[in-house]
């Protein structure tokens, strides 16, 4: 009984936690957020290009070339190329929700804690990663 009990007044406190709005975020935090995103973004494709471009000369001389030509001529490929382009279409305003969501609660129980120390630790990581991955070529 106690056990029933116990469990009963767990259900409620969190079905009461989670019942609560996720706050907004503020623009300025999303737009903080974006640039930040875009400036990664370009790191990591930069990276990809480079990598690719070592690749090249590789790729050139074996078998793999013409493996991957075959592959992207395959049907099954290709539709499934699609599909997935597809469902990455689809998702895209549930994951934009979601990361709306996840400001929002950050910026509401997080950053007047956090918000400080990781803006310094961002802006002082920010030199090594020109160097190490640099978002322009």
Known sequence: MKLTLALLLALQVSVCVWAEPVPEPSRELVEKYEGLKAVFSKR??????KFAAAMEPVLEQSETKEFLEELKKRP???????????LAAELEPVV???????LGAYAHYLRPHI???LDKAINNIKPVLDVVLPAEN
């Open 44 to 49: 990591i494709l930069n990276a990809f290009s």
């Open 76 to 86: 099954r490929v290709e539709s499934a190329a699609k599909i997935i382009s597809g």
């Open 96 to 102: 934009e929700k979601a990361r709306l969501a996840i």
């Open 115 to 117: 918000g400080e120390s």
